[in-house]
């Protein structure tokens, strides 16, 4: 690792400060260095405010601010070009005459994409791009699927048998996955904007689809009710988070409760996305049922799949698991008694 890199590494590991607080807007880092020595160091802290670039500047201490003039800027992100809620950043680097800008990588969102550095080029500056690029745009991976595929990033998740069953025949609900996991689960739940479920598993889970057991927010619940038949006692339709019912007649709003209405005679999923994309909501975590998520696989429309299975549970006779094709295996975990793995669409590779 050379010293650009190891100063990029710095910059992702501010910008990841800002996890759970900056969403939609992406995690961003940025170091100051004048003699290979950090003079600043800054990260985009709370949606709305002051950027990374911003923070790192103001953080220079009174002894060092002449140096500015002759530091380099490490950013693991393509500095902005527009007024946003903030000004563009590219400017106030422009105005303290910072000579030289190393970046992670390009910003892909519309208002700024490319333009940030272009201005700093038109600037004098000289400028260096894609240092780290891959982890950078990894950090970001929500943002980026965002911004350049136009649907959101969506995370599948399933529990099932040893025997690779998610419910048994009866349709009853299997407890399939332990005190640990569960908690994972939340966790995960935490991470995304929103949470997808089907009809069916609505139904006979009554799942509450909210964060209890981790720190940090709950998504916005989303469930499939085709033809509104759900009973309105159920949990998901309750709670303070907003619940949005996708179903075939209704286009309202009341309080938390949102319709969208679909083409249930058209393929549901990519509706379903671009309704998501027009909300802002950058990532969606599917949690089933088997239909709902083999849609979601067979479109090739998903991003990750992880898999919690029970080792030590086999049900014999039940609703088989969906079946991943072109996946990747990328890693396991064990929770104990549940072993977690971790897919990417192998067709990406
Ligand atoms: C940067 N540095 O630290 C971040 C950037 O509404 P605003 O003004 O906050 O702008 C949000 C957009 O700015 C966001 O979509 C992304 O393109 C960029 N984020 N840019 O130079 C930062 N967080
Ligand atoms: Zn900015």
Known sequence: MNQDERYMLRCMELARLGAGSVAPNPMVGAVLVYQDRIIGEGWHRQYGQAHAEVNCINSVAAIDQPHIRQASLYVSLEPCAHYGKTPPCSDLIIEKQIPHVVIGCRDPF???????????????????????????KTLNKRFFTFHTTGRPYVVLKWAQTADHKMAANTGERLLISNAYSNRLVHRWRSEE???????????????????????????????????????????????????????????????????????????????LLK???????????????????????????????????????????????????????QLEEQWETDHITYYTPGLLH
């Open 193 to 271: 904007a929103a949470i997808l479920v089907g009809t069916r598993t609505a139904m006979l889970d009554n799942p509450s689809l909210d964060n209890r057991l981790w720190s940090g927010k709950s998504p916005v619940r989303m469930v499939i009710d085709r033809n509104l038949s759900l009973p309105s006692s159920l949990k998901l339709f309750n709670g303070e988070q907003t619940t949005i019912v996708f179903n075939n007649s209704k286009e309202e709003r009341h309080n938390q409760l949102w319709y969208h209405r679909l083409d249930f005679e058209a393929p549901v999923v990519p509706q």
């Open 110 to 136: 519309k208002e700024v994409d490319g333009r940030g550095i272009e201005k700093l080029k038109q600037a004098g500056i000289t400028v260096e791009v894609g240092v780290l690029e891959d982890a950078c």
């Open 275 to 329: 309704a998501c994309h027009h909300l802002q909501l950058q990532s969606i975590l599917v949690e089933g049922g088997k239909h709902l998520l083999q849609q979601f696989i067979d479109e090739a429309l998903w991003d990750e799949a992880r898999v919690i299975t029970n080792r030590q549970l086999n049900i014999g006779n039940g609703l088989p698991s969906p079946l991943l094709t072109n996946a990747d295996m």
